[in-house]
């Protein structure tokens, strides 16, 4: 039976906005009750709320001052969801950051805030305080986090450790004892400020000049269809599984062959 957001509680990270902020108004139009937009800057975020306010009406949705790279910060964003609505039933690990220029911020953010995410969810919150039988957490990778991109080979990393997490924690035996499923989204190219200021975010001229040549051919999507596809996964899709979502086209699933597939007969 599809998930039923009707009636849930979100806690969106990275929402002030971008994709998160569009994948809120999205979850918000399919009946979510409250959703609490966790980010690290506080004018984007206070006029997120405004906007979510102007288009749904009061009560539905809280700004937190988070920052995802410290557990206490992002636990905080967990708590005040609490006090509020009551109810977590949905988790979409969506801050991140792509400038390898300052890849220890980057992994901080991108490979550390999903874990304390992940953590604080399916370990606490999410079991302890969900609204039906059933709780979910969406990771966001990337279209990097299933290809390589010389341009960016430490973003790359920490999608692909962000794809491989999703695998681990999504297994049936955390699910089994949670009833949280654990899913990831990897978006490609998509038409937000991160896309748009790209450039020079790397580790110098020649990764600047492999950027350049993938720019050429690069057209971004509409935040809209990554929000969509979202909620398609929220509502359908099994617990561990990573979703291709680009060209605003329908999500679909990225599978690894079997390992035992490669090996001498």
């Given at each position: 039976m599809p998930f039923d957001i009707n009636n849930k509680v979100a806690l969106i990270s990275g929402a002030a906005s971008g994709i998160g902020l569009t994948i809120a108004k999205e979850l918000l139009r399919n009946g979510l009750r409250g959703v609490t937009i966790a980010d690290v800057n506080k004018e984007l975020g206070e006029k997120a709320l405004q906007e979510i306010e102007n288009e749904f009406g009061s009560g539905r949705a809280i700004f937190v001052l988070t920052d995802v790279s410290s557990m206490k910060s992002f636990e905080d964003a967990f708590q005040k969801t609490i006090n509020t609505f009551k109810n977590i039933d949905i988790l979409v690990n969506g801050a991140g950051v792509l400038n390898d220029s300052i890849w220890q911020q980057e992994i901080a953010i991108n490979v550390n805030g999903t874990v304390h995410g992940i953590l604080l969810a399916l370990e606490n919150y999410i079991p302890k305080y969900k609204t039906d039988s059933e709780g979910v957490i969406v990771n966001f990778s990337s279209i990097a986090g299933v290809a390589a991109f010389p341009a960016f080979p430490i973003y790359t990393g920490t999608k692909f450790a962000i794809f491989g997490m999703t695998k681990a924690f999504g297994d049936e035996a955390h699910y089994e004892r949670t009833k949280v499923r654990i899913m990831a989204i990897c978006p490609g190219p998509t038409d937000t400020p991160l896309l748009r200021d790209i450039s020079?975010?790397?580790?110098?001229?020649?990764?600047e000049k492999l950027l350049q040549e993938l720019l050429k051919d690069t057209r971004g999507q509409k935040p809209e269809?990554?929000?969509?596809?979202?909620?398609?996964?929220?509502?359908?899709?099994?617990?561990?599984?990573?979703?291709?979502?680009?060209?605003?086209?329908?999500?679909y699933e990225f599978l690894l062959p079997e390992r035992e597939n490669f090996a001498p007969k």
């Open positions: 020079g975010r790397n580790l110098g001229a020649p990764y269809a990554v929000a969509r596809g979202l909620v398609q996964i929220v509502r359908n899709a099994p617990s561990g599984g990573a979703w291709v979502i680009e060209d605003d086209k329908e999500p």
